[in-house]
């Protein structure tokens, strides 16, 4: 069984910057896509960032600002977010999936195991 878990959200203001973390126990870190996702009260929960053997995707609205990193030796991934807008305001999550694929490596169901999420805010 795989345990994630998330570390490094907090209160920052418009245009800073956050460094999440999410460290890994349990199953081949290496082996899985690791994923970041973030839900606001109210919505649905969206795609932030992924990296694997794919490489690595961003969401539309993080694209440019976020950048997504893993250290296998450690067996975790990171998350960098740079010029923060209060619309990234969301708890955020990280998860790992067994068997990814380009095809739905951005999609919640795929993924296999979660964290139990870390709060950012970011105030205008």
């Known amino acids: 069984q795989v345990q994630l878990v998330e570390s490094g959200g907090g209160l920052v203001q418009a245009g800073g910057s956050l460094r999440l973390s999410c460290a890994a126990s349990?199953?081949?870190?290496?082996?899985?896509?690791m994923g970041w996702f973030r839900q606001a009260p109210g919505k649905e929960r969206e795609f932030v960032a992924a990296?694997?053997?794919?490489?690595?995707t961003y969401g539309d609205s993080v694209e440019g600002r976020f950048t997504i990193a893993r250290d296998n030796a450690k067996n975790t991934v990171y998350l960098q977010m740079n010029s923060l807008k209060p619309e990234d305001t969301a708890v955020y999550y990280c998860?790992?999936?067994?068997?990814?694929?380009?095809?739905?490596?951005?999609?919640?169901?795929?993924?296999?195991?979660w964290g139990q999420g870390t709060q950012v805010t970011v105030s205008s």
């Open positions: 998860a790992a999936d067994e068997s990814p694929t380009i095809q739905t490596i951005r999609l919640v169901y795929e993924y296999d195991y």
């Open positions: 349990g199953g081949t870190f290496s082996s899985y896509a």
């Open positions: 990296i694997s053997w794919i490489g690595s």
